[in-house]
């Protein structure tokens, strides 16, 4: 006889992990969720709604919890803490779980985890909340409104506005309930129709990309890894805005490139895919582990116009200078602008740690800009909406090396369609491009193409 699994206990699990541990939300719900593989699609959906949506709105629901509740959550032993936040976006946000379920389970779950002696707490706290949920519609913060730190939310105000802030943080909200993947289709190993037909054969929604047809919104699949196409290598895990680096770098056949910090190796893989298995891309990164990555993905795509190898961006490889036709550098940021898809990234980053990440990109450009020969290209991107690590860093490169902005779209492979007519207007005017999320792409992105020129002209 098999024991019923409590799903909340699994989501519990997570939210430790990750608001308490500090460790990466993703890639925390990947592991619970191949762990858990054999679950019902409802109840796997279950947990990435709750967890998800927990760590999404911990700065909002600390607030309501902190209303009723004579210990502050700061004060709370963390399972306590998180039983509460997790009762309480139940309460407010999922209409399909009863008050009763909700307040029950988080009494049932505190002595699970063994602290008997709080359960009348816990239990009053959640169910005063629950009578009282409703005046809990809106706020005139953005800080609470948003669930966003209210140091981001005076940054952004700064850089761009309260109204444009307003407009990235609605673009941020994320509805875990109505969740779509978007994945990229290796069209040098398969053709559109054959990876479409084979995810609809086993009841995925496939939605088409509008303007990029090799580009799929995957949605009301139950497991991943579990997809023929997956299995097969016909499709990656990409967000559009990742796809555009290597639409914008648009390789030519036999091209040698590096991709220099690129785990897990979507943007390598895409490089190799364009190259229709000529040339060669080397996907770098720093660390065993995380090379492991693109190896993994590289073994599944089959791909045998790419390699992976460890190495720090930092460091100079001398039997490179020179020799590659395109270098990505897409380098370690600040993640601001993925923040709907990584809600965890918006508690560990602060002020100080951003500067040091623009003064690490400029380190690494000015590494890796030597292994671009001449007329040849340097992608440079982030996810990232912070000016100091985008459009300021740009400024500096020119300034510092002999490279020019290309912003000519007929050269990337890029729709006009795929921008908004201020972000088309910053790419032809100034070469890069500062995508913040909206309709288009639901995540931020910055991204900028750069042609060594040739000492010849």
Known sequence: MTTKVNTRQIVLDILLEVLEKGNFSHIVMRQALNKYGYLEKKERAFINRLANGTIEKAIELDYIINQFSKTKTTKMKPVIRNILRMTVYQLKYMDSVPTS??????????????????????????????????????????????????????????????????????????????????????????????????????????????????????????????????????????????????LFANPKKDNICIDVCAAPGGKSLHLADLLEHSGMVESRDLTYDKVSLIEENIERSKFTNIKATVWDATVLDEAMIGKADIVIADLPCSGLGIISNKPDIKYSMTK??????????????EIVQQYVKEDGILIYSTCTINPEENEKNIQWFLNQFPFELCSDLESTNVPKELFDDSEFAMLTEKGYVQLFPNKKHATGFFIAKLKRKNNKN
Request: glycine residues 4%; hydrophobic residues 40%.
């Open 101 to 246: 379920a909700a307040c029950n389970e988080a009494v049932k779950l505190a002595q699970i985890k063994g602290f008997h002696t709080l359960k009348g707490f816990i239990n009053g706290v959640a169910r005063t909340i629950s009578r009282n949920i409703e005046q809990f519609q809106t706020y005139d913060s953005l800080s609470l409104t948003y669930s966003m730190p209210e140091w981001l939310v005076n940054y952004w105000n700064t850089c761009y506005g309260r109204e444009k802030t307003k407009q990235i943080l609605e673009s941020m909200t994320s509805e875990y309930s109505h969740q779509e993947i978007c994945v990229r289709c290796n069209l040098s190993n398969c053709d559109l129709d054959t990876i479409i037909a084979s995810l609809q054969a086993q009841d995925v929604c496939v939605r088409i990309h509008p303007q990029l047809p090799f580009v799929l919104y995957l949605s009301q699949y139950d497991y991943l890894e579990g997809l023929e196409a997956f299995v097969n290598g016909w499709i990656q895990v990409q967000d559009i805005t990742s796809i555009l680096v290597g």
């Open 352 to 365: 100080e740690k951003m500067d040091d990440l623009a003064t690490l990109q400029r380190q690494i450009l």
